[in-house]
Nanobody, 116 residues
Framework: QVQVVESGGGSVQAGGSLRLSCVAS????????MGWYRQAPGKQRDFVVG???????NYADSVKGRFTISRDNVKNTLNLEMNNLKPEDTAVYYC??????????WGKGTLVTVSS
């Protein structure tokens, strides 16, 4: 079972940038799907962006053009570059990893706060 740990959250002003990282406990070559989700206070957890082992990406409309996902296969790390942040991006961001035939693994999350 893979384990993932997020880092990089923090507080920024609107228009600022942050970079989140998610380190996996195994080679991400063998992880079929990894993604970022977020949960704002009092709301459900929402999809942000995902990437397959083959490099195919899918972004939520709300973050297209502002967020970029990438995989560092050497460091077994999933990164999320977030630019032009908005107050509505404030949430706990979770990393998810899915192996074929295995339930998705979630990290504990990292908090992103964007002030206006």
């Amino acid at each position: 079972q893979v384990q993932v740990v997020e880092s990089g959250g923090g507080s920024v002003q609107a228009g600022g940038s942050l970079r989140l990282s998610c380190v996996a406990s195994m080679s991400i070559f063998n992880i079929n799907y990894m993604g970022w989700y977020r949960q704002a206070p009092g709301k459900q957890r929402d999809f942000v962006v995902g990437i397959t082992s083959g490099g195919l990406t899918n972004y939520a409309d709300s973050v297209k053009g502002r967020f970029t996902i990438s995989r560092d296969n050497v460091k077994n790390t999933l990164n999320l570059e977030m630019n032009n942040l908005k107050p509505e991006d404030t949430a706990v961001y979770y990393c998810a990893a899915t192996l074929t035939g295995v339930a998705t693994t979630w990290g504990k999350g990292t908090l992103v706060t964007v002030s206006s």
